[in-house]
């Protein structure tokens, strides 16, 4: 089996963080126009406005990039995006809604206090079916999911059941696509394996889970100790974790669990001060894929589209390089992208395959 290269992003905008980043503009107001608007007040709007506006640009330019290379993708994609309106929205919801302790948690208490708009015209920032349906149109990206409601599994008052629901209502919504979810990425990287059997009853075959070293052990991101944060942070330049790639085979087969597949890197996005920074984790990151390629391993990058919502030209630049050195290494090693589903699809055919050989 030659490499594997896959990517996953977390897509989601304002619902991977509502509550911590402030809108400029919570009051929406019905548009006659279907021209998306840059901000209903310039003046008014704070930096998430347009961080979220131009992550939205972004998306089609990712989209041609990964059609010219050929590279597989998985979009795990919050479900309340899916929508075409807030109406359609709420009768998507799950009767069975997350109990959490801390109710700024829970996106449908943001909804309730904050509000949002009725359609992605007048919402750009929690509706986005028309990227949806760019991301469906373009050849070997597949649609995962990123929970419904952006869900929280490790977070105190939640129930297992809860989460059950959640994972319905984003089969649901998504089947309006033409899509069945086989993969899944958990918000902040909170899951169990209560949680992954849940996963399996819904549909999943695939989860991202997290790197192996400690400091990517996430209990709950709420009071979670800054140490555990800085060293996810250096790991991007310095070699402080384990090697990042991994075998095929080494993706363990359980019975009723998903097939979970760990992230060796975070694409960190580019920032104007960390000039020298920026070149060591491009050449970590190449040197970490050529490995991959050499020894015949997977090598597994992710981030959130809304990473390039900053500087999102030296973002752009920065994957075409990535890209570019992965079509280096398929003409030179063989190394093949697949998404997540793919990868999952490999390793249960190559399961079924061993038990018939052996019965």
Known sequence: MQGIFTISLDFEL???????????NTKYVARSTSKIPTTSNQQSATKYNQYFLDTRKVIPQLLALFEQYKVHVTWATVGMLFHQSKEELFENAPSLKPSYLNRKLSAYNYIEQKG?????????FHFAPSLIRLIVGTPHQEIGTHTFAHYYCNEAGQ??????????AAQRVAKQYGCVLKSLVFPRN???????????????????????????HIESTQDESRWKRFNRGMDAYFPIGKKNSFEISSLEVRDDFPVCIPAS???????????????????????????????????HLWWHPHNFGH????????????????KYLNNKYGIESYSMAEIADLVLGSEKSIQRTGS
Not at 191 to 214: H, M
Not at 315 to 324: C, D, R, T, V
């Open 116 to 124: 949002i708009g009725e359609n992605e015209q007048e919402d750009p």
């Open 311 to 326: 500087y999102p030209q030296e973002n752009m630049e920065a994957l075409q390089q990535i890209l570019s050195h992965f």
């Open 159 to 168: 129930t297992v059941e809860q989460f059950r629901a959640d994972l319905q």
């Open 190 to 216: 909170q899951f169990n394996d209560q949680y992954l059997k849940a996963c399996y009853a819904e549909g999943i075959t695939s989860v991202r889970s997290n790197p192996l070293d400690w400091f990517w």
């Open 14 to 24: 304002h619902w991977g963080g509502f509550e911590k980043w402030e809108l400029g």
């Open 265 to 299: 890197r975070l694409l960190r996005p580019y920032h104007s001060k960390e000039f020298f920074l920026n070149k060591i984790k491009m050449s970590r990151i190449k040197s970490e894929m050529t490995r991959a390629a050499q020894y015949n391993e997977v090598y």
